[in-house]
């Protein structure tokens, strides 16, 4: 993980905010899908989830395969990442920017971060474990 890739992150995690206040604006917070639910609810759900889906492609595997469970697991209670969700997300991916940038600017010994990868962490444990789970191994 570098500064760069943290950026993209934290672009991605802009646009998905924006669909999360989008949806949650017209539908509501903790929308539940009928038969009946209308095509713009399903097609905003399925961008939503397309968009975590994008964010986890850029996270290392060990991310991926280690969530951390910092924040709630809000996929228990609603279908879809609520507006509150994804300014989390956003405040772990400012984390992260900074973590990246501050051992780029000044590398330690180890050639490792721990702080990289525990924002890393927080993040995968922010996105819904199915949209994790379909990030193929060779795009990760």
């Known amino acids: 993980m570098n500064t760069t890739t943290a950026l993209k992150i934290a672009a991605s995690v802009a646009q998905l905010t924006g669909l999360c206040t989008t949806f949650q604006a017209k539908f509501g917070r903790r929308y539940q899908f009928t038969p009946d639910s209308p095509a ?18 850029l996270l290392d595997d060990a991310a991926l395969e280690n969530p ?30 900074a973590s990246c940038a ?30 994790r789970a379909r990030v193929p191994v060779a795009l990760r």
Request: aromatic content about 8%; some cysteine.
């Open 102 to 131: 501050y051992f780029e600017a000044s590398p330690c010994a180890s050639g490792h971060s721990p702080t990289i990868t525990a924002a890393q962490e927080a993040i995968a444990g922010m996105l819904h474990p199915e949209v």
């Open 40 to 57: 713009e609810a399903y097609e905003l759900h399925r961008a939503i989830c397309a968009k975590q889906a994008e964010i986890a492609e």
């Open 68 to 97: 951390m469970k910092k924040a709630s697991e809000w996929w228990r209670w609603q279908n879809t990442m609520d507006m509150a969700t994804a300014g989390e997300l956003a405040r772990e991916v400012n984390h992260l920017i």
